[in-house]
């Protein structure tokens, strides 16, 4: 479907964490990386007709960011390296996140 243009949206069933996971099997399937982020960023605001406001970074667009350690644009699994979100405007530490959330630590 990707291949013949198809646009496909990452999205989840679970609590959210999973979808790195999601992103790295779009990977398997032969997705650039840059195609798999696209794939939970521009392309679901472009078909929600939100792209003007959302969906990539831009002076004026509303954004939610994550610092990464690494670089998803090689490595999509990177992305379970966030040390910092920027949600609202307001930076929360990733790690304080997790363990809010109930995790014991960052991911491996």
Same mark, same amino acid.
């Given at each position: 479907m990707h291949k013949a243009g198809v646009p496909i949206v990452a999205g989840t069933d679970g609590a959210g964490i999973e979808i790195v996971h999601e992103l790295e099997i779009y990977a398997q399937a032969g997705f650039t990386p840059a195609?798999? @982020?696209?794939?939970?960023?521009?392309?679901?605001a472009t078909l929600l007709g939100q792209d003007m406001?959302? %969906?990539s970074i831009r002076?004026?667009?509303?954004?939610?960011?994550?610092?990464?350690e690494g670089d998803p644009a090689i490595r999509l699994g990177d992305l379970r390296q966030t040390r910092v979100v920027m @949600?609202?405007?307001?930076?929360?530490?990733?790690?304080?996140?997790?363990?809010?959330?109930?995790?014991? %630590?960052?991911?491996?």
């Open positions: 195609e798999a @982020l696209a794939a939970a960023t521009i392309v679901p406001h959302t %969906g002076v004026g667009k509303t954004a939610d960011l994550v610092l990464v @949600l609202g405007g307001r930076l929360l530490d990733a790690d304080e996140l997790r363990n809010a959330a109930g995790f014991s %630590g960052r991911p491996k």
